[in-house]
T-cell receptor, first 113, second 113 residues
Framework: DGGITQSPKYLFRKEGQNVTLSCEQN?????MYWYRQDPGQGLRLIYY???????QKGDIAEGYSVSREKKESFPLTVTSAQKNPTAFYLC????????????FGPGTRLTVL | RKEVEQDPGPFNVPEGATVAFNCTYS??????FFWYRQDCRKEPKLLMS???SGNEDGRFTAQLNRASQYISLLIRDSKLSDSATYLC??????????????FGKGTKLSVKP
């Protein structure tokens, strides 16, 4: 089945540690995205990539980093510079033409202790 | 002005009721419009695209009014399983190039027996 996977589902880390969230898709989509969602809030774009080896900052990129070495994969690193990292992180993918609907993975819930 | 605005609700309705949500967007150049559904602590899932002529999918009807820059979603014969948060989503274009999706904060619907 085609889809997007994220791992792990729940992640606990100590303050000051970097952590990498995984996102893989087999939909053959060129574009991939990372969002953050806080309780009662909308989705905020962290980073996005429209092609391999290229990515762009979204609205809240500070304290995060990404890479796009393969079409299928778009890992997100939450660094110790992110001041308030506890949140629900969602990865999505889409085509880069047409209506560009985005399809989401199940998310990773990160808690920093 | 926020790019995509929705009434957060909650809308509390009995089973079988008809309920309508509206959403306004600020970028008149937007080309693509969607409604997503998000269940509690889950990822958003595409409910339906919104086309200029309006479109229907079973009990769900979506309308677009470009002149007034608003989108609506009508749910007929509400079911308990319709309880969720409904996200209005718009594709924002910058300088003639395709932009990213902008998500509203969502409207919460609770259908009661």
């Amino acid at each position: 089945d085609g889809g997007i996977t994220q791992s792990p589902k729940y992640l606990f880390r100590k303050e000051g540690q970097n952590v990498t969230l995984s996102c893989e898709q087999n939909l053959n989509h060129d574009a991939m995205y990372w969002y953050r969602q806080d309780p009662g809030q909308g989705l905020r774009l962290i980073y996005y990539s429209q092609i391999v080896n290229d990515f762009q900052k979204g609205d809240i990129a500070e304290g995060y980093s990404v890479s796009r070495e393969k079409k299928e994969s778009f890992p997100l690193t939450v660094t110790s510079a992110q001041k308030n990292p506890t949140a629900f992180y969602l990865c999505a993918s889409s085509t880069t033409s047409g209506r560009m609907e985005q399809f989401f993975g199940p998310g990773t819930r990160l808690t920093v202790l | 002005r926020k790019e995509v605005e929705q009434d957060p609700g909650p809308f509390n309705v009995p089973e079988g009721a008809t309920v309508a949500f509206n959403c306004t967007y600020s970028n008149s150049a937007s080309q693509s419009f969607f409604w997503y559904r998000q269940d509690c602590r889950k990822e958003p899932k595409l409910l339906m695209s919104v086309y200029s002529s309006g479109n229907e999918d079973g009990r769900f009807t979506a309308q677009l009014n470009r002149a007034s820059q608003y989108i609506s979603l009508l749910i007929r014969d509400s079911k308990l399983s319709d309880s969720a948060t409904y996200l209005c989503v718009v594709n924002i274009y910058y300088g003639g190039s395709q932009g990213n999706l902008i998500f509203g904060k969502g409207t919460k619907l609770s259908v009661k027996p």
